[in-house]
């Protein structure tokens, strides 16, 4: 009885990091999802949108995620389902963030116009705050305006990281 009672306890942190890169990678499709969303609108306009509205019948045209939300600028991500949004001035650049369920933000930044540097990528992937912390406290805003500033980070990084989901710029 003691042997299943310890294996049964080591088992529950394996299954409850399963359960927090569940939700991250639900956190990461919706960021995905809405850079979709904002490309398909690009494509048709030749600039980014900040409108909700706008955003939710670009989403639906394209089949993707209907039960996603969307807020604008400096407003906070809430969680899986809520996207936050933010442009540059040119309306070239996009910010989005969304709240993981552990509280990890991650953050996605896609630049429309062909990089000015080599050190500037289209897209950076970034997630903010202590994975898995108790209780989760990013330390940056899970905010759109969070991820347009993500390219200081990046111009930094000498190890790839922000190429990728797989890789992401560990901000905070």
Not at 104 to 110: G, N, S
Not at 159 to 170: E, H, I, K, Q, Y
């Amino acid at each position: 009885m003691l042997l299943i009672a310890v294996a049964l306890a080591l088992s529950i942190p394996q299954f409850s990091s399963g359960a927090n890169g569940g939700t991250d990678g639900l956190a990461q499709t919706t960021a995905d999802g809405a850079i979709s969303a904002e490309m398909g609108f690009y494509r048709d306009t030749g600039a980014f949108t900040s409108s909700v509205s706008v955003l939710d019948g670009a989403a639906g045209s394209q089949g993707l995620n209907s039960d996603i939300s969307y807020v604008l600028g400096g407003a906070a991500s809430t969680g899986t389902s809520v996207v936050s949004v933010a442009l540059d001035s040119t309306g070239q650049i996009v910010g989005v963030a969304v709240l993981g369920g552990n509280g990890t933000c991650w953050l996605e930044r896609r630049n429309a116009s062909p990089p000015s540097s080599a050190s500037d990528a289209p897209t950076i992937y970034a997630m903010a705050g202590p994975n898995n912390a108790t209780p989760p406290t990013p330390t940056v805003g899970c905010a759109g305006t969070s991820a347009l500033s993500t390219v200081s980070a990046y111009t930094g990084s000498s190890t790839g990281a922000g190429a990728s989901w797989d890789n992401p710029l560990v901000l905070g």
